[in-house]
């Protein structure tokens, strides 16, 4: 079970995130890289539009996809649920906004980590006016 996070915004607060990160990265045989950026693109984004820990896996989703890696978002629910005792959604839509994922509000620094204009448009394609099926993203019950 994880540890209780510190004080938001304190010093602790980021290390503690970062950590975090790092273990997920690990248990994902990830290299420095994609840890690295993630933890950047984490701290441009965090208070903005999720809760830190899920944020957090988002932003390792998006690097590790972005940097060629195969990795699943079931796959990375099924790790959540075995480091930390609960299942993260990965990149849920949001209704209340505009931009109905808050990747979309950050392409732009994404796209200097990750230059790639194709594999941005391949990570992107299913969200192009169109809602990904529910059935997706969860676990099949055996």
Known sequence: MKPKPPKAGSKEWYAYYSARIDELAFC???????ASNAKDLWEEAVGKHRSPLPLAVD??????????????IKAMKRLTKELWGK???ILPLDKRRDEKRWVWSFQSFIM????????WDDF??????KVVDESYFKEDEE
């Open 87 to 89: 299942t993260i959604t």
């Open 124 to 129: 992107t394609e299913a969200w192009i006016d």
């Open 59 to 72: 932003c390792l989703y998006i690097c590790a996809k972005l940097s060629g890696n195969r990795v699943s």
């Open 112 to 119: 200097e980590m990750y230059p790639d204009q194709i594999a």
């Open 28 to 34: 994902m045989d990830l290299q420095f890289i994609e």
